[in-house]
């Protein structure tokens, strides 16, 4: 748990009330986009500030809206909430050959994430986020981390995470920093989604895209 003696921070808690609101009974807010400072801002470590309630609200809200999107994972500062908090979801593709590692990545909750690298393994693929609608780029990320998290109940893991879900985990931990994906992507590689889908899409390692558009992988 997150301690006996946490104090509910009353303002937080009705703030929290209120912005969940704002997504009526289909519980769905709208996503921050790149620009708001919120998404800038180093978070508040979260330590049981909410209620028990509320938190549950948060959180399953923060899945609907996430599947709503569609995405794989969304940071609290998404929807402007300056808290160490995210959602991840992500289940298999149907080609087993697919070179980018997607493997079933159950729903969790991750709350004071972090994370640190397991060798020099590094793969670069195009990623998007919700927060830069429209858009994707190549990012380098590290193919293997230790992942450490609490969960909503206060339990604390730590999980090897290879492949796929090793990206979604760096990229939500990174938001709760105040990073973009896009800080340190191949700039010459962003896109629209609908050119990633007209040139790049067939060969999901995009060697022929850093032929064509200068650069390195």
């Known amino acids: 748990m997150f301690g006996k003696n946490t104090k509910v921070d009353l303002e937080l808690n009705r703030e929290v009330e209120q912005l969940l609101k704002t997504g009526g009974k289909e519980r769905i807010l709208p996503i921050v986009q790149a620009g708001e400072p919120v998404l800038r801002q180093q978070t508040v470590q979260y330590s049981g500030q909410l209620s028990k309630g509320t ?12 599947l709503e999107a569609p995405g794989v994972g969304l940071a609290a500062t998404q929807i402007g909430l300056g808290l160490a908090l995210a959602v991840v979801e992500d289940h298999v593709r149907d080609d087993e050959d697919d070179p980018r590692e997607i493997a079933e990545f159950p729903f969790h909750v991750i709350i004071n994430p972090s994370y640190e690298p397991i060798g020099d393994a590094t793969r670069s693929f195009y990623e998007g986020c919700l927060s830069f609608d429209g858009y994707q780029a190549v990012r380098r990320r590290w193919l293997d981390i230790t992942a450490r998290w609490t969960d909503e109940n206060g339990k604390q893991h730590e999980e090897r995470l290879h492949g796929w879900p090793a990206r979604i985990f760096q990229h939500e931990t990174d938001h709760l920093s105040g990073e973009l994906y896009i800080d340190k992507a191949e700039i010459r590689s962003l896109t629209t989604y609908e050119n ?6 067939d060969d999901p390692v995009p060697t022929d895209a850093a032929e064509e558009l200068g650069f390195e992988l």
């Open 55 to 66: 938190l549950n609200k948060l959180i399953d809200t923060m899945h609907t809206t996430m």
């Open 196 to 201: 990633l889908e007209d040139f790049w899409c």
